[in-house]
């Protein structure tokens, strides 16, 4: 079996990006690298949404940009603007197209179905699959969402609606959200945070009719696209092992509150490219321990007052705009922290800090 400098196990997003990382900065001109990925092809399959906070290297890849957003609950929406920090949307199609064309020039670069058919004894491992110990505490962010495309003209092209609420959920949070591509065009999606344990969450294809013909009351649509996925909020096992280091969801990229973990692989990415020559010297990357920290009593409280979150999720955005963006997408200084801080519910935060 031949053997490679560098492997990377799972050739998803995290995967694809690094090893596109590693390719454009000539890190891979006299090493080889392994790309072990089960699928049988690659197409369509995510839409990965997110602020963009710092540059990527998917700008060509971005379906749509969009400069204002709303947050809905029942008889109260905000209007926000996110001109600083625009939100975008990223076609995984084009993103595989991308990269995998741009491998496919080098010869160093090859790609496995099975990680048996390469001898790892002498290789450095980026491994992107992640090992979840499950129970019935854990929380999960899981979706569901479809393209859809009108004979008329509905949708307003400039706004997202990023969160409608479902009020009436008691025991999880539920909400919607809109990503208009054009005025007959959309992505709309259901999303959920809860432990999955109620099978009635799941059946997604009810919620996306009810909501698009009674809510939206939009009659004559079809679906052209499906998506579905559900990410971990909690961290997976993580265990530091000799030559090897965990990437992506598997390497604690995801963002806990918020499930955005795109621009974190990025950022992962690169600190590896500039650190590829001394890899077995690297401190692990990491989401900053502040965020860890308010994440995990965050979850607490949604765990322990799901029916409150709509309201504390509004009234989050009364703080400014680009604090909020910048919290949520792990880029906030102490003050934009304390200005969010503020506008949550202290008591039950307060208890949540001392469980």
């Given at each position: 079996?031949?053997?490679?400098?560098?492997?990377?196990?799972?050739?998803?997003?995290?995967?694809?990006?690094?090893?596109?990382?590693?390719?454009?900065?000539?890190?891979?001109e006299?090493?080889?690298?392994?790309i072990?990925?089960?699928?049988?092809?690659?197409?369509?399959?995510?839409?990965?949404?997110?602020?963009?906070?710092v540059?990527?290297?998917?700008?060509d890849?971005?379906?749509?940009?969009?400069?204002?957003?709303?947050?809905?609950?029942?008889?109260?929406?905000k209007?926000?603007?996110?001109?600083?920090?625009?939100?975008?949307?990223i076609?995984?199609g084009?993103?595989?197209?991308?990269?995998?064309?741009?491998l496919?020039?080098?010869?160093?670069?090859?790609?496995?179905?099975?990680?048996?058919?390469?001898?790892?004894?002498?290789?450095f491992?980026?491994?992107?699959?992640?090992?979840l110990?499950?129970?019935?505490?854990?929380?999960w962010?899981?979706?569901?969402?479809?393209?859809?495309?009108?004979?008329?003209?509905?949708?307003?092209?400039?706004?997202?609606?990023?969160?409608?609420?479902?009020?009436?959920?008691?025991?999880?949070?539920?909400?919607?959200?809109?990503?208009?591509?054009?005025k007959?065009?959309?992505?709309?999606?259901?999303?959920?945070?809860?432990?999955?344990?109620?099978?009635?969450?799941?059946?997604?294809?009810?919620?996306?009719?009810?909501?698009?013909?009674?809510?939206?009351?939009?009659?004559?649509y079809?679906i052209?696209?499906?998506?579905?996925?559900?990410?971990?909020?909690?961290?997976?096992?993580?265990?530091?092992?000799?030559?090897?280091?965990?990437?992506?969801?598997?390497?604690?990229?995801?963002?806990?509150?918020?499930?955005?973990?795109f621009?974190n692989?990025?950022?992962?990415?690169?600190?590896?490219?500039?650190?590829?020559?001394?890899?077995?010297?690297?401190?692990?990357?990491?989401?900053?321990?502040?965020?860890?920290?308010?994440?995990?009593?965050?979850?607490?409280?949604?765990k322990?007052?799901?029916?409150?979150?709509?309201?504390?999720?509004?009234?989050?955005?009364?703080?400014?705009?680009?604090?909020?963006?910048k919290?949520?997408?792990?880029?906030?200084?102490?003050?934009?922290?304390?200005?969010?801080?503020?506008?949550?519910?202290?008591?039950?935060?307060?208890?949540?800090?001392?469980k």
């Amino acid at each position: 079996m031949k053997e490679f400098d560098y492997t990377i196990i799972g050739g998803g997003c995290a995967g694809l990006s690094l090893a596109y990382e590693l390719e454009v900065h000539k890190k891979l001109e006299n090493k080889t690298l392994a790309i072990v990925e089960p699928r049988l092809e690659y197409k369509k399959d995510k839409t990965w949404s997110f602020w963009k906070v710092v540059p990527h290297n998917f700008d060509d890849c971005v379906k749509k940009n969009w400069e204002n957003f709303s947050i809905n609950i029942p008889n109260n929406t905000k209007y926000l603007e996110c001109k600083n920090y625009p939100y975008q949307s990223i076609d995984s199609g084009l993103f595989y197209n991308k990269i995998n064309n741009k491998l496919k020039e080098n010869k160093n670069i090859n790609f496995f179905k099975d990680v048996k058919e390469i001898n790892l004894e002498n290789s450095f491992i980026f491994n992107s699959v992640s090992s979840l110990k499950t129970d019935d505490n854990n929380f999960w962010q899981h979706f569901c969402g479809v393209e859809i495309e009108t004979k008329k003209n509905f949708f307003d092209e400039e706004i997202i609606n990023l969160m409608d609420f479902d009020c009436e959920q008691k025991n999880s949070v539920h909400f919607f959200y809109t990503l208009p591509y054009s005025k007959n065009k959309a992505l709309i999606e259901t999303t959920w945070l809860s432990k999955m344990s109620d099978s009635s969450e799941k059946n997604y294809d009810n919620q996306m009719k009810d909501y698009i013909e009674n809510h939206l009351n939009l009659k004559d649509y079809n679906i052209t696209y499906k998506e579905e996925g559900a990410i971990p909020l909690f961290y997976p096992s993580n265990y530091t092992e000799k030559n090897k280091m965990n990437i992506g969801t598997a390497g604690g990229m995801t963002r806990l509150s918020t499930g955005y973990t795109f621009l974190n692989i990025q950022e992962h990415s690169r600190y590896i490219r500039k650190n590829i020559e001394n890899i077995n010297k690297m401190r692990i990357f990491e989401i900053n321990k502040k965020y860890q920290f308010l994440d995990r009593i965050f979850l607490r409280v949604i765990k322990k007052h799901p029916e409150k979150m709509p309201k504390i999720f509004y009234n989050m955005f009364g703080a400014s705009t680009n604090a909020v963006i910048k919290f949520l997408s792990n880029k906030s200084n102490f003050l934009e922290d304390l200005s969010i801080i503020l506008k949550m519910p202290k008591w039950i935060f307060i208890k949540a800090l001392f469980k």
